[in-house]
């Protein structure tokens, strides 16, 4: 028997907040189907959701049924942010590679456009995704009274009320404050990864460099010098290469 969400605190700030907002650079971008003129507009809309769930989707990473489908009208837009969301990138990029907690955080952000109100809620979405699985707990974000009043069927979330009170500057979008993996998957992954060239650059603070009379000023002179050069991988493009004289004649 599955257990039903547990009640948790809302915040009586931003997004459950009514106010008056004044448009600028801050306000969000609403992308809905209901205002689509032409084929153009509809890839428009595509790309938006797939940077809302993805950040950023490779062709690997495309999901091309669901966008004919979504093109033809035999879905709605919700029904293509659940398709997505269920898709092998969203579960081994997401799902896999994150805690459920985290993993609620990122949902939360994505679906409902908006921050976790507390860890309660953490736990209770949580519950959730232990009890009836994956699946269910997208099913449940996406069924949720939050979800219809804002987005309902045929909008893309976003990140709602951005700007906040008090603020210069408004919040971090959620692709860049809740990343894909966190940090030990991040190392595991080896990101980010430092590739060096052929030589290192050498920086030394003007507080340690050395004085006048200083044995380390004849450094640089010794390295001048052509016997204390050593090897360098030599930089060969691979334009230059003759691959035909360098296969055995048979």
Known sequence: MAIPLLDYAPKTQNARVEGYTIPGDEQPIIFTSENVLSPGDMGVLIEAAYRQIFFHAFKWDREPFLESQLRNGQITVRDFIRGLLLS?????????????????????QRIL???????DE?????????TKGYGGFIDELLNSEEYLENFGYDTVPY??????????RGELPFNI????YDDYYRGVLGFPQIIWQNEIRRFIPQEQQPKAG??????????????????TTPRVSTGN??????????
Do not use: H
């Open 88 to 108: 092998n990138t969203f579960l081994t990029s997401f799902y896999e590679k994150n805690s459920n907690y985290r993993f609620v955080e990122q949902c939360v």
């Open 241 to 250: 290469l003759d691959y035909m004289s360098r296969v055995p004649r048979r």
């Open 214 to 231: 200083d044995p380390a000023n004849f450094l640089n002179a010794a390295r001048s010098l052509p016997s204390a050069k050593g090897n």
């Open 113 to 119: 456009g908006r921050d976790v109100y507390s860890e």
């Open 122 to 130: 953490k736990i209770s979405w949580s519950i959730i995704v232990g």
């Open 159 to 168: 990140q709602r009320r951005r700007s906040l009170p008090g603020r210069d």
């Open 177 to 180: 404050k809740s990343p894909r």
